[in-house]
């Protein structure tokens, strides 16, 4: 009996062991790493986070997996983060939408974006842009207003779900001028830039990311920015500066699951503040209309929390809630 117990307090002590060592992060990473995205190909959470996986993998050695998982607007994908395990090989990109609106429209969201995550870092300041199709007679924020009251119905827009920041944005726009407009949420970014182009809907609020190439390719037109101004749209005006009182903070972060090793946690956020740094990357984000910010993960979790009260007010004044 005294040599079973002598050999269960050497596998106990060697587990110890073992586990003492992974909280230490000493050997993280030494398998390739799952980046879940809640997009879908093409879309701009594709194309932010392979721009950022691939410096993940150029700092931490390892591949950078990449998990599409779009729908829910992005709640799908993380849900799925917030129940993987805390060991530095499942990270995730949130959008505003997943992150910091979903608690303020869905009642049954399975997770607390605040409390179930572990906030890597912010990384980007990005604003929703509210795009139209060329054959749509506006120049300005105030003539989209003026056309929509005209039109015969309210005006279709997609956004990329319910609960989106696009849906969002629409819906502020609604509240503080009283246009009716007519929400058509799509499975998303891609699929709404693919419904513009293809005559499906005459007007879209976006991320920059998906919407630029289209702007700068001529085949639709910008009309306003619905929060912060971008140096990739000089001249696009914001929803305050033409007469409509919003400002509010919308940007990109990355998470981790609920109780990430604080070791793995920072050579990770190590990895993404040199990434974002990175003047080639940096210059490609402001392509796509986000300013590269590292901001860190505590102050963002923080910061987050107040955001989602001042969303939540909108939310409550639409009357906005999904199940």
């Known amino acids: 009996m005294k040599a079973f117990a002598k050999v269960g307090l050497v596998a106990a002590l060697l587990m110890a062991g073992v586990a003492g060592h992974a909280q230490s992060g000493t050997d993280y990473p030494n398998k390739p790493i799952k980046f879940i995205l809640p997009s879908s190909p093409g879309g701009g959470g594709d194309m932010v986070g392979r721009l950022i996986g691939e410096g993940l993998h150029k700092r931490l050695g390892q591949p950078v997996i990449i998990d599409n998982n779009a729908g829910a607007s992005g709640t799908i994908a993380i849900s799925q983060l917030s129940k993987a395990a805390p060991d530095g090989y499942t990270i995730g990109l949130g959008t505003m939408t997943s992150t910091t609106l979903a608690p303020t429209v869905y009642p049954k969201l399975p997770y607390d974006p605040v409390k ?93 990311a998906t919407g630029t190439a289209a702007v700068r390719s001529g085949k639709i037109h910008p009309v306003a920015l619905c929060t912060r101004p971008t140096a990739s749209f000089p001249n696009v005006a ?69 955001d989602i009260q001042a969303w939540r007010k909108i939310a409550v004044d639409a009357a906005m809630k999904f199940d």
């Open 116 to 208: 179930d995550l572990t906030t890597i870092a912010g990384i980007g300041t990005s604003p929703i842009v509210l795009l139209v199709s060329n054959d749509v007679p506006v120049k300005d924020l105030k003539e989209f207003l003026d056309y929509a009251r005209k039109s015969k119905d309210p005006v279709q827009y997609g956004s990329w779900g319910l609960g989106s920041t696009g849906h969002f944005c629409a819906e502020v726009l609604s509240q503080k001028t009283g246009v009716k407009l007519s929400h058509v949420p799509y499975k998303g970014s891609a699929p709404v830039m693919t419904a513009m182009l293809g005559g499906e809907i005459k007007a879209a609020w976006l991320d920059m």
């Open 238 to 306: 914001t929803y305050k500066a033409q007469g409509v009182d919003f400002d509010q903070w919308t940007g990109w972060a990355m998470f981790a699951p609920p109780n990430m090793p604080k070791p793995i946690l920072d050579k990770i956020a190590k990895a993404v503040k040199e990434t974002i740094s990175d003047p080639a990357v940096a210059a490609k984000l402001l392509d796509w209309g986000i300013t590269a910010e590292f901001i860190p993960g505590e102050q963002r979790n923080a910061d987050n929390a107040k």
